[in-house]
């Protein structure tokens, strides 16, 4: 298997405590057992429109990625290695952040990104999408893997899964249209709830919230 230049993990909730939670927890596993090992490892995320990250002991919001970053480092990846992504608040902001801050300017083309089964469809859908776009001096090559849908209960998860349909076929609508870096971030700026300032946030409600 060729060397990859970096695996990407997306971001998936903290516990109130700021630790990884057990659906992360496996992602970042399965990305230290990557072999052979990535040149980077960039965890994805800085949280979450649904719900306020939890505090740390001064006072300070932890982000989903530095508490990712922070779990490699407990498992002995090299903190040189370790590029966190500490902006996005959804999946489609985890592909285009990562792009723009970490792989475009590194020149980073083999990347490999793991994530829960759950989450695999419409992370593939957005991320083939984001780093397809044109105007980066690198041709992109992606695989994906998916890991077990590991400590969620069966309703929970089942109202996530529902979630994850609905918000593919919007993925996709979205593909069709927006063809180009420029044009996804003037739809990020104006029409996005999580990133255009004119617009208010979408709050996840129901049970599906207890996988963010």
């Known amino acids: 298997m060729a060397t990859i230049d970096a695996v990407l993990i997306p971001g998936g909730g903290v516990s109130a405590a700021g630790e990884v939670v057990p659906w992360v927890k496996v992602r970042l596993e399965r990305a230290i057992a990557y072999s ?3 040149t980077y490892f960039i965890p ?3 949280g979450t429109t649904h719900k306020p990250p939890p505090l740390d002991t001064q006072g300070f919001p932890v982000l989903e990625s530095i508490a990712a970053a922070r779990y490699l480092l407990s498992r002995g990846v090299e903190a040189e290695r370790i590029l966190p992504e500490t902006v996005s608040l959804d999946t489609i902001g985890n ?3 990562a792009r723009v801050q970490h792989t475009d300017p590194l020149g980073l083309r ?3 990104i793991i994530t829960s089964q759950f989450h695999w469809p419409r992370t593939q859908a957005i991320f083939t999408w984001i780093f397809g776009l044109p105007g980066s001096a690198v041709s992109y090559e992606l695989t994906f893997e998916a890991t077990p849908d590991i400590g969620i209960p069966a309703a929970v998860l089942t109202a996530r899964y529902q979630k994850e349909q609905a918000g593919l076929a919007h993925v996709m609508a979205l593909r069709s249209r927006l063809n180009s870096l420029p044009d996804l971030h003037r739809w990020l700026y104006t ?3 999580a990133y255009a300032i004119a617009r208010q946030p979408t709050r996840q409600t129901g049970i599906a919230l207890d996988t963010y």
């Open 36 to 38: 052979p090992s990535p």
């Open 110 to 112: 083999r990347l490999h």
């Open 191 to 193: 029409d996005h709830d």
């Open 95 to 97: 592909a285009y952040f």
């Open 44 to 46: 994805l995320s800085a």
